[in-house]
C-alpha cells in the first residue's frame, strides 16, 4: 500500500478515490470476484465511520448513529444488508459496458423503488432562493437513505459526468474521469497505475519505468 497522498482521505487503509461518495462506496470492496473481496463494510459501524470520512454524515450523527446501533443490532444488521444491496446495484448501473444488459435493467428497476420511497426533508433559503434536501438523521435506516441520495445527487447531475473503471485486472474500482483526453485508465496511478508499470517493467518494457 502506497503511503497517504496529501489531500486524500482513506478508510481502513483504502483511498477514497471515486471523486463521488456514491463512487466511493461502490469502492469500498476491495477485489470483487476473489474468495476473499477485503470487503471494509462489513458492520453498520463500519459504514458510520466510512460515511464520515466520505463526508455523507457529520461527526455528531455518528455519535447519534453509533448510539442507535448498541440499542437496535438487528435493525442496524437489516440496514447494512440494503446498503449492500444498494452498493451493488449502483455498481452495476454506474460502471462502463453493456447498458441494456438484463442486469442492469434489474438493478434500475430495483434502484427505482428504493428512490421512490425516498422522503428527503426540503429546505428553501429565503434570500437565496434555493432549495436543498436533505435526510435528518433520527434512526438506522437515514444512513441508508442518506446513502441514496447521495447516489441520487450524482445520477441527476446533467450531464452525467464520465465514469471510468480502472483497467488493473484485479481492480474494479469506478472514478469520474476528469482527464482531458477521457482516457484515464487506473483509478490511482500511485497504486494500480505503478503496479502496471512495474509489471510492463519487469517484462522488458523500458517505457515503463515504476515510479
Known amino acids: 500500500m502506497a503511503p497517504p497522498a496529501a489531500g486524500k482521505r482513506y478508510f481502513m487503509g483504502l483511498a477514497l478515490i471515486g471523486g463521488h461518495p456514491a463512487l466511493d462506496l461502490v469502492n469500498s470492496v476491495k477485489y470483487r470476484g476473489r474468495p476473499d473481496p477485503q470487503d471494509t463494510l462489513c458492520s453498520f459501524r463500519q459504514v458510520v465511520d466510512w460515511a464520515r470520512i466520505a463526508r455523507i454524515i457529520e461527526h455528531r450523527e455518528v455519535t447519534t448513529l453509533h448510539r442507535l446501533a448498541t440499542q437496535d443490532p438487528r435493525a442496524c444488521d437489516v440496514i447494512l444488508t440494503d ?3 444498494l ?19 434489474k438493478a434500475a428497476a430495483v434502484l427505482e423503488d428504493v428512490i421512490e420511497a425516498l422522503r428527503p426533508a426540503a429546505r428553501i433559503d429565503p434570500g437565496a432562493g434555493t432549495l436543498t434536501r436533505g435526510i435528518p438523521i433520527h434512526e438506522p435506516a437515514d444512513l441508508h437513505h442518506r446513502l441514496v441520495l ?8 446533467s450531464p452525467m459526468p464520465p465514469i471510468g473503471c480502472c483497467a488493473a485486472s484485479d481492480c474494479d474500482w469506478l472514478f469520474i474521469d476528469r482527464s482531458k483526453t477521457k482516457r484515464r485508465r487506473w483509478c490511482d496511478t500511485g497504486t494500480c497505475g505503478n503496479r502496471a508499470r512495474v509489471r510492463r517493467f519487469r517484462a522488458g518494457d523500458p517505457g515503463s519505468r515504476p515510479t
Open 87 to 105: 452498493r451493488e446495484n449502483l455498481r452495476c448501473i454506474l460502471e462502463p459496458g453493456n447498458r441494456r444488459s438484463a442486469p442492469r435493467k
Open 83 to 85: 446498503i449492500h444491496s
Open 150 to 157: 447521495s447516489a441520487v445527487e450524482l445520477m441527476e447531475t
